[in-house]
Structures are given as structure tokens and as C-alpha cells.
């Protein structure tokens, strides 16, 4: 892996040139998180966030794909184990790699947020800072564009982290808590004083939303970040119902299969999400609001829809692939 990803200074899919200090630290963290974990290759794949009320795509989740002799693993247990056995070094590069592939890929059209996850281990380090001002030192990617997502593993006390968290948002980068599954970690972050930008509930609440005491413990947390200004993300959104459910809880932001699956072109993820949005919003008027298909603003929305189609099928190398 570490000859595929540094080799002249060009990022896994090509593109924009990495500047040889930065060459050098990605290059230093590839030899040791691979000297540590087996891992011949390291993929980057983006999926949407969506804001599915206003309809349209607010962010793209950088998410590390390794694989070890040409076949994918489990990225969770892949980064837990290069987490234990190499420190903050498995975050580190799979955050430059995403903020590459950012830099490399992502049409100047596009004005969404990248999503990065990192470990609370990693973002009390001083080397995070230090990488994170390295990347955001090159042309193309800004502060406000980055949002850092606060994975739960491994756990640390809320007053370790309290300070990097406030540093990132001093610094203009977003700061969200991802996968919450227990209502109380906003609680405890809030009683210390500190507010996310953004909360990212978990995909096993989101799924049991039909289950009153879960509505009914989460609806007073979803209400409390709405009064703090704090956005809420619901993940694992995969169905119609999903999406419905959502709207009754005044939920804005979603993620998950029915936006669009992991992909690893930028474009492509982006121009997915919209696809589905213009779907369901077709659905919405004419199942919801029980519009004729010959109202104009049905015709309207069905003609985004098949220009949006045209331009998935012009992307390069997706004429003729079935989906």
C-alpha cells in the first residue's frame, strides 16, 4: 500500500499534487500503520447527507475502506485494531487521504461540507492539529468546509476532550458526536458547557423509532438540540417509512442507504443523493399532497428528474452500466 499511495506524490485516484512536506507525513504514516495492521490497500468512499425537507445534499461522509490481499475488511474492526496497536497514526492517514481525495475529486459546483470521522483518542493529540493545519494549509478545502465527526470508541472522559473540541470550532471546522445511541451523551457534553454543531443519532434508534418510549425519550433530546442551535442527523435511513417517520419528529438532515450507498467518485455520490431527493419529492406530491401528474409542478419536478438521470448516465465510464 504505501508505494500505491505516495508514489508520485499524486493522490490514490489521481490528481492534485501533494506538496512534499505533506507527501512526507502521509508517506511516514502509511510505513507505520502498515508495519502495524495488515492493510495492502486503503480506499476512500463518500456518502451523502441530506437535508430531505429542503431537498438537497448537505455533505458527503469520508469513509476508509482497507483491505488486506485484494479483499475489503471490516472497517470498524480494522480501525480498533490499528487504534491499539498504532495510536492516533490509522486516523491521521485516513483523514489526509480523505481531504485529498477531496481536494483531487470534488467538482468546484459541489458546495457541501466533507465529513471525517476521528477517534476521541486522536483528537487530543497534538499531531491531529498539526495534520489537520497541514491540509488545511492547501489551496481548495477551507475550515468551514470540514466537519469532524467524534466517533465513541475509545472512551474518554468528556473533560479531556472538551478543550480540542472548542479549539476545532475557534478554527471554523464543524464539530459533530456520531453514532449517539444513548440520549444522554448530549446531555453530558451540554452540562459541561459544550454544544456540538451537529448530533448524528444512531442507525439502531433510528430503527426503532416505532417504539413509543424510544420517540418519547429521544423527542425531548431532539428538542433541547433544537433549542441549542445544534443540527440533528438521523443515520441508516434505508426506507420511505424511514424518511416519513423523520418528518413526524421534525427531522431535517438523514444518511443512510436510501440516499445512496458509499461510493468511492465524489461526483457520482453527490448526483445520487439528488436523484433520490427528486424521487421522493415526486412521491411527496403525488401521494402526499395528491396532486394530479398533469399539475405543473408534478411535470416540473418529473423533468428535473430525467435531466438529473441524463446527467448520472453522461458521467464517464456509467453509460451503458445498469444500477
Given at each position: 500500500m504505501d508505494?500505491?499511495?505516495?508514489?508520485?506524490?499524486?493522490?490514490?485516484?489521481?490528481g492534485v499534487y501533494l506538496p512534499t512536506e505533506v507527501e512526507n507525513v502521509l508517506h511516514g504514516l502509511v510505513q507505520r500503520v502498515t508495519r502495524a495492521v495488515p492493510c495492502d490497500a486503503f480506499d476512500v468512499v463518500f456518502q451523502p447527507l441530506v437535508d430531505h425537507c429542503n431537498r438537497h445534499v448537505v455533505g458527503l461522509e469520508?469513509?476508509?475502506?482497507?483491505?488486506?490481499?485484494?479483499?475489503?475488511?471490516?472497517?470498524d474492526a480494522w480501525f480498533r485494531e490499528a487504534s491499539d496497536k498504532c495510536g492516533a497514526d490509522a486516523d491521521l492517514m485516513a483523514v489526509m487521504l480523505a481531504m485529498h481525495r477531496w481536494l483531487s475529486c470534488k467538482p468546484s459546483s459541489i458546495p457541501v461540507r466533507l465529513f471525517v470521522n476521528v477517534t476521541p483518542m486522536t483528537v487530543c493529540q497534538d499531531a491531529f492539529f498539526e495534520t489537520l493545519d497541514l491540509m488545511l494549509s492547501l489551496d481548495g478545502v477551507s475550515a468551514s468546509e470540514v466537519v469532524i465527526e467524534l466517533l465513541e470508541y475509545p472512551p474518554i472522559a468528556i473533560h479531556e476532550v472538551l478543550g480540542p473540541l472548542r479549539t476545532l470550532q475557534r478554527m471554523g471546522v464543524r464539530v459533530a458526536l456520531d453514532d449517539i445511541s444513548d440520549a444522554q451523551a448530549y446531555r453530558d457534553f451540554a452540562a459541561h458547557g459544550f454544544y456540538p454543531d451537529i448530533v448524528k443519532i444512531d442507525k439502531s434508534i433510528v430503527r426503532r423509532w416505532e417504539d413509543p418510549s424510544t420517540r418519547a425519550a429521544w423527542q425531548d433530546i431532539?428538542?433541547?438540540c433544537r433549542s441549542d442551535g445544534v443540527r440533528?442527523?438521523?443515520?441508516?435511513v434505508e426506507t420511505l417509512d424511514h424518511v416519513l417517520q423523520l418528518l413526524d419528529l421534525d427531522i431535517h438532515l438523514s444518511q443512510g442507504y436510501y440516499w445512496g450507498e458509499p461510493l468511492p467518485d465524489i461526483q457520482r455520490a453527490h448526483l445520487h443523493a439528488e436523484i433520490e431527493l427528486s424521487r421522493y419529492r415526486l412521491f411527496y406530491m403525488t401521494q402526499q399532497l395528491r396532486l394530479p401528474i398533469t399539475d405543473p409542478a408534478v411535470v416540473k419536478q418529473s423533468q428535473e428528474l430525467d435531466d438529473l438521470l441524463l446527467r448520472y448516465l453522461a458521467l464517464p465510464g456509467q453509460r451503458g452500466r445498469r444500477e
Open positions: 508505494k500505491e499511495l505516495c508514489n508520485g506524490k499524486k493522490s490514490p485516484s489521481g469520508a469513509l476508509g475502506r482497507p483491505a488486506v490481499r485484494g479483499v475489503p475488511v471490516a472497517p431532539i428538542q433541547a440533528v442527523v438521523a443515520e441508516g
